[in-house]
Structures are given as structure tokens and as C-alpha cells.
């Protein structure tokens, strides 16, 4: 089994910088990916970014040249920074990875979310 915790979020200003850090634990040989989805108010859940096992990066055309998305492989942690955020940045952001046990095995696994508010 795999847990996923995430830190970061909370209330942040116009034009202000998101700073989002997930950290998977548990029975892990590697991880695939990791994805960031947010869900705003009223509207499906989307992907932000990802980043694959061989680096690779994607990212949701509004929020290209703003966001970028990174990892630690010594550590298990996800990461996703933005800048200049606008109020349509507002939502739950969720943290997904995917990878495969010691015996392995496949797993994917959500993290809870986390409230990102963009106001004044």
C-alpha cells in the first residue's frame, strides 16, 4: 500500500506564486508519474501537469510558461510550482501517481487535495 500527502495551497494573492509538494509512501519500486489535477468551482477536474518517469513534461495550455512541474526521486515527492496566479487558478488541487511495488505490482494513488483560494 501507498499513501500521498500533500502540503501547500491555501490563500494566495493575485499575481502570487503556488508552491504544491506531495510526498508518496509506503511499498514503492518505482514511480512512473506524477500528475497534478485541480477541480474549480462548478467545473470537471483537469490535469495541470506531469511529469513521466523519464522526465518528461506536460502541462495544460492555461498554464503553460507559468507552471512547472518537478520531482525528487530520492525522496518520493512530487512537486508543482506557479507563478502570476489569477483567480481562475482557484481550486482543489490533487496530486496522482502511479508506479509499481517491489513485487511489481501497479498502483495509482489520489492525494486528498488541497484548497488553492486566489484573492485580494
Known amino acids: 500500500q501507498v499513501t500521498l500527502e500533500e502540503s501547500g495551497g491555501g490563500l494566495i494573492h493575485p499575481g502570487g506564486t503556488l508552491r504544491l509538494s506531495c510526498a508518496l509512501s509506503?511499498?514503492?519500486?518505482?514511480?512512473?508519474?506524477w500528475s497534478w489535477y485541480r477541480q474549480g468551482p462548478g467545473k470537471q477536474r483537469e490535469l495541470v501537469a506531469r511529469?513521466?518517469?523519464?522526465?518528461?513534461?506536460t502541462y495544460a495550455d492555461a498554464v503553460k510558461g507559468r507552471c512547472t512541474v518537478s520531482r525528487d526521486t530520492t525522496k518520493n515527492t512530487g512537486f508543482l510550482e506557479m507563478t502570476n496566479l489569477e483567480s481562475g487558478d482557484t481550486a482543489v488541487y490533487y496530486c496522482?501517481?502511479?508506479?509499481?511495488?517491489?513485487?511489481?505490482?501497479?498502483?495509482?494513488?489520489w492525494g486528498k487535495g488541497t484548497q488553492v483560494t486566489v484573492s485580494s
Open positions: 511529469i513521466s518517469h523519464d522526465a518528461r513534461e
Open positions: 509506503g511499498s514503492i519500486y518505482r514511480i512512473d508519474d
Open positions: 496522482y501517481a502511479r508506479g509499481l511495488s517491489p513485487i511489481l505490482r501497479g498502483f495509482d494513488q
